[in-house]
């Protein structure tokens, strides 16, 4: 139809009346089935100039992105898109990719829908060419809310094939308290049995109460046991949204800086300043890195007590389309045998430890879909490895010629 237009155009004067009418319909047509084809499209849609003014729309994409205002008011006017997009993170990608004329971007967003349950959005921008020429861009708007929550039940399947290991766990550890109530309180049953054949003459005072102190002990054990095993059984809750780690970690660090000066260690964070976003739940990510940085700072006192000299450092990066945190610390280190267990639940160095701790950090990470190492050496140190996945997209050239 388009060369058929464009022949058309060239003979307009020759044409009689009844053509030019027969070509206005032939025109017609096509325009109402070309604005089926928009509607009828299950991705979002949104044509604009080189401006960022917004020329043709389906009517989809403004149930996906937070508008603060109907497109059709703002179609064909010289306000530009992310003048009417509420979300900060979605007007400034929009905005960035225009001031840095950026013709081909692609990025995941996750947005908070009214009902307070989080979408997740990809929005990619694409060139317009019409004739070999930039006419303006096609903005593509997918809702990939389903797949994320498939991936995010993936992992938490793969978590639950954990709790063989944890309830193996727990059984070992019930033993021993169980064994010492066993024994004390037959103990006293032999107290009492010796008492009766004495004419009911009870020991003394002192060696019932110990014995019934050391059960009330082992019970008191028992339930923290318990109360810790629910805890690391319990599947993580994480509502993952896309965010800046390095805005997390470093509002995290400076709140803990203050507790490691006190105790003359120097901290240092080199963020990557990428600015890019992965998936994570804001307050487990700081459990993270509080856990491991709580563990850093056990090992500097170890080693340095008093003394200054003592090194905590976080490192963040970008590498094979993975974000990569490095936390590292100069401290006491780990042996061969504890750092082979750092991630066993119930296994610990600390008089109170519970040996859940790590065991939670590698749950987490696992549910934002990442991977960590630890590297360590006794009497130098130790270092955390994290890496998370970074959403990567594959962008299409559009051009004006594809119908």
């Known amino acids: 139809m388009r060369g058929y237009v464009k022949r058309v155009k060239q003979k307009a004067e020759k044409l009689s009346k009844e053509q030019v009418l027969s070509l206005l319909e032939d025109l017609v047509d096509e325009n109402e089935s070309l604005y089926s084809v928009l509607e009828s499209l299950s991705t979002g849609l949104l044509i604009i100039n080189n401006d960022f003014q917004l020329l043709q729309y389906n009517t989809i994409v403004e149930s996906w992105l937070p508008f603060n205002t109907r497109l059709e008011d703002i179609q064909g006017t010289d306000i530009r898109l992310w003048e009417c997009i509420e979300d900060e993170d979605i007007a400034q990608f929009l905005r960035k990719s225009m ?47 389903e797949k994320k929550n498939q991936d995010v039940l993936l992992h938490r399947m793969e978590n639950l094939a954990n709790l063989t290991n944890l309830a193996a766990g727990m059984a070992h550890e019930i033993k021993n308290p169980l064994g010492a109530i066993s024994i004390h309180i037959q103990l006293i049953q032999k107290a009492l049995e010796k008492a009766r054949e004495n004419n009911d003459q009870l020991p003394a005072k002192k060696f019932v109460e110990d014995h019934i102190d050391v059960v009330n002990e082992e019970i008191e054990h028992l339930n923290k046991l318990v109360m810790d095993f629910l805890l690391a059984v319990r599947p993580v809750k994480a509502q993952l949204e896309l965010k800046d780690p390095d805005k997390v970690i470093e509002n995290l660090v400076e709140f803990f800086k203050p507790e490691f000066h006190k105790d003359k260690i120097e901290v240092d964070f080199i963020e990557s300043s990428s600015g890019k976003r992965i998936m994570l739940d804001e307050k487990l990510f700081r459990d993270v890195i509080m856990n491991i940085s709580q563990n850093s700072l056990a090992a500097i006192k170890s080693k340095f007590a008093d003394k200054s000299g003592g090194k905590f450092s976080i490192y963040s990066g970008e590498k094979d389309n993975k974000y990569i945190l490095k936390i590292s610390d100069n401290g006491c280190g780990m042996s061969d045998e504890s750092l082979s267990k750092i991630f066993e639940p119930y296994y610990t160095t600390k008089a109170n430890g519970t040996g859940l701790g790590m065991t939670m950090v590698y749950k987490i990470v696992k549910e934002f879909s990442g991977e960590i190492t630890v590297n360590s050496k006794e009497g130098e140190g130790t270092s955390f490895i994290l890496s998370f996945p970074i959403p990567q997209k594959d962008v299409k050239l559009l051009t004006s010629e594809s119908k």
């Open 99 to 145: 001031e840095k004329e950026i013709t081909n971007s692609s990025e995941d967003f996750s947005i908070v829908t009214s009902g307070g349950s989080v979408r997740f959005l990809t929005i990619t921008i694409s060139p317009l060419v019409s004739e070999g020429e930039l006419n303006g861009k096609v903005i593509l708007v997918r809702d990939i809310t």
